[in-house]
Every structure is written in structure tokens, then in C-alpha cells.
């Protein structure tokens, strides 16, 4: 039976349109539209409920050494309050989850992980922890809100105390608070724009979200659903768990290399993908320059005058859709490195349709500072 967030009720009344994702009953989109909503998140604001995500303490004297072996990240020269991505990856090399984990003190990590992950990522982590550690599923004590945009950091200076809001992208504040509710402020995001994600006690959610959304409606805060956070983290070539990566893709493949630190004495995967060598395949952005939208598991192909149809194979998309603030379709693929170059002209088996493509640089959209 899927399961619900704190925020559902508030979803419902809304005219959020209630879909299911990673086990859990969430808004597509509101009434506004995903196109709206978007355009809001990159003009003005907009507020996720982010609730389904995953949270698991790592504490104890030996928390750094478990952190350093179960993931491909160093969080050896963690400052508190500091924030690190990182995947997690199985014995193969492939990728278990790719998750957040922030630094609360010496022997106290915090961890976000992907909602329909969240039982696998933390069996995963029991399963291979070692000395004096303790791993705890904490998921169901937390609230989790993205607020994103670029007035989203006017709106929470109205409620929250400057020394209590983080300064720099990547950090948190464990003790700060929102509109008197005690919350987690962290300086991240899923957009590829400015803004916060804020943890709050399950119970302080609706209070929370509709303080927010009150607090910013002048500034054209709305709420935004799935939708627009997929559309969103694809303009920004943002990878997402079970489209760019899986069991069977290394992050080195997906083009993850500063979160794995091959440097580091051990950590799981790291021989595998030592004796793999140079990754064969490569994460790409494409641009459709055909008529159609790409969309994820596709076909992409070379042209190739030895072939018998005269063109080869070479990869699959990971992912695709229709970017409203960019204003055209673009999508990521997985292809083998030596078409990988930007400018390859490519094409992408649309249902039977054949859909020209060219590389192109990712990001595909990046904030100005």
C-alpha cells in the first residue's frame, strides 16, 4: 500500500493531482500546471514537498571509517554543518543510491537518500557496517520541504534569522528555525536554482508549508509538484537514480568522478571499477534537432555506411522531455565514449520514428550567479 506525507492533506486541497512515486502518494502537479510551475521556480519561486526522501543517522566513534567505506566520496575533511553528495556503490562497481550526507559533529553524520531507495539504501548500510557505528532509519520523524527559486532566500530571510540561514551552497544549520518551527536549513537543491531544503518534525509539516507559501505569495511563490521537479533537474543535467544510473552503471560512467575519490586506501567498488578501466560509455546531453520529444530507454544510433541499415547501435537514452524554460526538447543518454564528442550528429529511435539529435555541452541550463 503506498504511503502518504505529512503534506497529503494539504496536497488534496490544493487540487494537487495525487500520483504514485517511490511508494508514496504525491502531487504530479497542481492546478497551476507543470509548466507554470516551472516558469515559477525559475522566475520567481516555487515550494516542493520532498517528504518521501529517505533520512538515516550514522553515529559513533567509527561513523567517518564506515562513511569512507561504504561510499566513493572522502568526508575526511568535513567541516560541521557541511553537506557532501556522494554515490553508494555495490561490489561491481555499480550504483547502489547516490545520497547526501551532512557532517552534524565528529561522530554524528546525517544522511538523505532516494525514496525508493530508502529500504534497500539502509539494509545495504547495516549489512556492510563495522566497529562502533550505529545506522537508524529515522525517515518517519521528518518532514522534508524544498523551497527553490531565485527569491526563495528573500522569502526565508522574512521567517527565519539571518545568522540561523547557511551562507554557502552545500552547508546546513541543524539548529535553525523557520517561523518559530525548529528546522534543518540546508543550502541545497534539486533545480539547479538558488534555495533551501528545509527538515522539520513530521508533525510541523502543514504548518510549515502553508507559512511558506503565505510569506511568499507576493514574491509568486507556488506549490509545484513532480512534474516540474523533473523538467527542472533535467534542464540542469541533474542525474536521477534509476534513469542515469543503476546497479549496473558506475557513477565514473555516468560522469560522477568528483564524488569518487579513487585516492581513497578502500571503499566498495573501487577495485571493480580499477580493473574495469576507462569507462567505455559516457553520460551525454542531447538536443533534438528533428520533430519529436525523446524520452528515456530509447534507442540512439550512429550513422554507419558498414552497417546493414546503414547505421549502428550505440547507446539508450536515460532520460527526456520537453524543457519549458529552455523552450525545446532535449534529453541524456548513456552511448559508448568514442560518438560521445559534442556536435555528433545521432539519432533516437522515437516508438519506431527516427528523430535527429546533436550533442550538446550539459549543463543544458545554468543560473546566473
Same mark, same amino acid.
Given at each position: 500500500?503506498?504511503?502518504?506525507?505529512?503534506? =497529503?492533506?494539504? $496536497?488534496?486541497?490544493?487540487?494537487?493531482?495525487?500520483? @504514485?512515486?517511490?511508494?508514496?502518494?504525491?502531487?504530479?502537479?497542481?492546478?497551476?500546471?507543470?509548466? +507554470?510551475? $516551472?516558469?515559477?521556480?525559475?522566475?520567481?519561486?516555487?515550494?516542493?514537498?520532498?517528504? &518521501?526522501?529517505?533520512?538515516?543517522?550514522?553515529? #559513533?566513534?567509527?561513523?567517518?571509517?564506515?562513511? *569512507?567505506?561504504?561510499?566513493?566520496?572522502?568526508?575526511?575533511?568535513?567541516?560541521?554543518?557541511?553537506?557532501? =553528495?556522494?554515490?553508494? !556503490? *555495490?561490489? &561491481?562497481?555499480?550504483?547502489?543510491?547516490?545520497?547526501?550526507?551532512?557532517?552534524?559533529?565528529?561522530? $554524528? %553524520?546525517?544522511?538523505?537518500?532516494?525514496?525508493?531507495?530508502?529500504?534497500? /539504501? =539502509?539494509?545495504?548500510?547495516?549489512?556492510?557496517?563495522?566497529?562502533?557505528?550505529?545506522?537508524?532509519?529515522?525517515?518517519?520523524?521528518?518532514?522534508?520541504?524544498?523551497?527553490?527559486?531565485?527569491?526563495?532566500?528573500?522569502?526565508?530571510?522574512?521567517?527565519?534569522?539571518?545568522?540561523?540561514?547557511?551562507?554557502?551552497?552545500?552547508?546546513?544549520?541543524?539548529?535553525?528555525?523557520?517561523?518559530?518551527?525548529? !528546522?534543518?536549513?540546508?543550502?541545497?537543491?534539486?533545480?539547479?536554482?538558488?534555495?533551501?531544503?528545509?527538515?522539520a518534525s513530521a508533525d510541523q509539516a502543514e504548518k510549515l508549508w502553508d507559512l511558506l507559501l503565505?510569506?511568499?505569495?507576493?514574491?509568486?511563490?507556488?506549490? !509545484?509538484?513532480?512534474?516540474?521537479? /523533473?523538467?527542472?533537474?533535467?534542464?540542469?543535467?541533474?542525474?536521477? =537514480?534509476? &534513469?542515469?544510473? *543503476?546497479?549496473?552503471?558506475?557513477?565514473?560512467?555516468t560522469g560522477l568522478n568528483f564524488a569518487v575519490k579513487m585516492k581513497k586506501d578502500d571503499f566498495?567498488?573501487?577495485?571493480?571499477? @580499477?580493473?574495469? #578501466?576507462?569507462?567505455?560509455? +559516457?553520460?551525454?546531453?542531447?538536443?533534438?534537432?528533428?520533430? #519529436?520529444?525523446?524520452?528515456?530507454?530509447?534507442?540512439?544510433?550512429?550513422? /554507419?555506411?558498414?552497417?546493414?541499415?546503414?547505421?549502428?547501435?550505440?547507446?539508450?537514452?536515460?532520460?527526456?522531455? &520537453?524543457?519549458?524554460?529552455?523552450?525545446?526538447?532535449?534529453?541524456?543518454?548513456?552511448?559508448?565514449?568514442?560518438?560521445?564528442?559534442?556536435?555528433?550528429?545521432?539519432?533516437?529511435?522515437v516508438r519506431g520514428r527516427m528523430v535527429e539529435v546533436e550533442i550538446v555541452p550539459l549543463p543544458? %541550463?545554468?543560473?546566473?550567479?
Open positions: 500500500m503506498e504511503l502518504k506525507t505529512p503534506l =497529503y492533506d494539504a $496536497h488534496v486541497k490544493a487540487g494537487g493531482k495525487i500520483v @504514485e512515486f517511490g511508494g508514496y502518494l504525491l502531487p504530479v502537479q497542481y492546478e497551476t500546471g507543470v509548466i +507554470k510551475e $516551472h516558469m515559477a521556480v525559475r522566475t520567481q519561486a516555487g515550494l516542493f514537498d520532498v517528504s &518521501h526522501m529517505g533520512e538515516v543517522l550514522c553515529e #559513533g566513534k567509527d561513523a567517518l571509517a564506515n562513511l *569512507n567505506q561504504i561510499l566513493t566520496n572522502d568526508f575526511t575533511n568535513m567541516v560541521d554543518g557541511q553537506a557532501r =553528495y556522494s554515490p553508494m !556503490c *555495490n561490489e &561491481h562497481g555499480g550504483t547502489v543510491d547516490d545520497l547526501i550526507v551532512y557532517k552534524k559533529s565528529d561522530e $554524528h %553524520y546525517f544522511i538523505v537518500v532516494n525514496a525508493a531507495n530508502k529500504d534497500k /539504501d =539502509y539494509q545495504w548500510m547495516l549489512r556492510h557496517q563495522f566497529g562502533k557505528v550505529t545506522f537508524k532509519d529515522v525517515s518517519s520523524e521528518y518532514a522534508q520541504l524544498a523551497l527553490q527559486g531565485p527569491k526563495a532566500m528573500e522569502i526565508l530571510r522574512r521567517l527565519a534569522p539571518e545568522d540561523k540561514i547557511p551562507t554557502k551552497y552545500y552547508h546546513a544549520v541543524f539548529d535553525g528555525e523557520v517561523g518559530g518551527i525548529p !528546522c534543518i536549513i540546508s543550502k541545497t537543491g534539486y533545480t539547479g536554482e538558488d534555495g533551501v531544503e528545509l527538515y503565505e510569506t511568499g505569495r507576493d514574491d509568486g511563490l507556488i506549490p !509545484c509538484g513532480l512534474g516540474a521537479r /523533473d523538467t527542472l533537474r533535467m534542464e540542469a543535467a541533474m542525474p536521477l =537514480y534509476g &534513469h542515469e544510473m *543503476n546497479d549496473d552503471v558506475t557513477p565514473l560512467e566498495i567498488g573501487k577495485s571493480a571499477m @580499477e580493473e574495469a #578501466g576507462a569507462p567505455k560509455i +559516457k553520460r551525454v546531453g542531447l538536443k533534438v534537432t528533428g520533430r #519529436g520529444i525523446i524520452r528515456e530507454d530509447q534507442t540512439v544510433y550512429a550513422e /554507419d555506411a558498414s552497417a546493414p541499415d546503414g547505421r549502428k547501435e550505440i547507446g539508450h537514452t536515460t532520460s527526456g522531455t &520537453h524543457c519549458p524554460f529552455l523552450g525545446e526538447p532535449v534529453g541524456m543518454a548513456l552511448i559508448d565514449k568514442e560518438y560521445a564528442e559534442v556536435g555528433t550528429k545521432l539519432i533516437v529511435d543544458f %541550463y545554468t543560473r546566473a550567479k
